[in-house]
């Protein structure tokens, strides 16, 4: 079956220290991959997306995500945390041929300690 | 260019009872999906409408339907509430060609059922 797998619940990290947020899933085929950010009591908004080409996507708010194939992974990353970016982290597949059917994972909830 | 927007925000209802939520589509997205998201969970793919007319829908039961207006907003229509139908309910919208996978979404529709 199609899923999405966030292993991490929650993370904490220092204002101004490195992020990484881990997204795996399992499909048979590459899928479109996003990552969506949802803020408290507010919708998700998209800050990136994969759809072919280059591995490495840039995206909005200083954050980018890695594809790799191997790994049937598609990892997010940002080089320095603001406070701003505490919230709710989604990763997604869109699996090819079925409509706009969003698979999401459970989400990574990020809390920045000043 | 209005985003996507849901009314009502907040709604309180009774198990057993029926309950209609409401979405306004992006400017010129002619595709809408629905999603809950349950706490602490990450938003499952309830259906989605094009062009009036569902065409792809997630394992939830008949008595979750929709509707699509020519104006493409939409409506979710949930039947015989039961509690475990508490959630976030997500509209989102996205564009009518080209590299248009990306979803947009709405700041969704909090349902308490008690």
């Known amino acids: 079956a199609q899923s999405v797998t966030q292993p991490d619940i929650h993370i904490t990290v220092s204002e101004g220290a490195s992020l990484e947020l881990r997204c795996n899933y399992s499909y048979g085929a590459t899928p479109y991959l996003f990552w969506y950010v949802q803020s408290p009591g507010q919708g998700l908004q998209l800050l990136l997306k994969?759809?072919?080409?280059?591995?490495l996507v840039q995206g909005i708010k200083g954050f980018e995500a890695e594809f790799k194939r191997s790994q049937s992974s598609f990892n997010l990353r940002k080089p320095s945390v603001h406070w701003s970016d505490a919230a709710e982290y989604f990763c997604?597949?869109?699996?090819?041929?079925?409509?706009?059917?969003?698979?999401f994972g459970q989400g990574t909830e990020l809390s920045v300690k000043p | 260019e209005t985003g996507v927007t849901q009314s009502p925000t907040h709604l309180i209802k009774t198990r057993g009872q029926q309950v209609t939520l409401r979405c306004s589509s992006q400017?010129?997205?002619?595709?809408v999906s629905w999603y809950q998201q349950a706490l602490g969970q990450g938003p499952q793919f309830i259906f989605q409408?094009?062009?009036?007319?569902?065409?792809g829908r997630g394992n939830f039961p008949p008595r979750f339907s929709g509707l699509q207006f020519p104006n493409y907003s939409s409506e979710l229509n949930v039947n015989a509430l039961e509690l475990d139908d508490s959630a976030l309910y997500l509209c989102a919208s996205r564009g009518p060609s080209g590299s248009s996978y990306e979803q947009y979404f709405g700041p969704g529709t909090r349902l308490t059922v008690t």
């Open positions: 400017s010129g997205h002619n595709t």
């Open positions: 997604a597949v869109h699996p090819l041929n079925q409509g706009g059917k969003l698979i």
């Open positions: 994969y759809f072919s080409g280059d591995t």
């Open positions: 409408y094009y062009r009036e007319e569902e065409n």
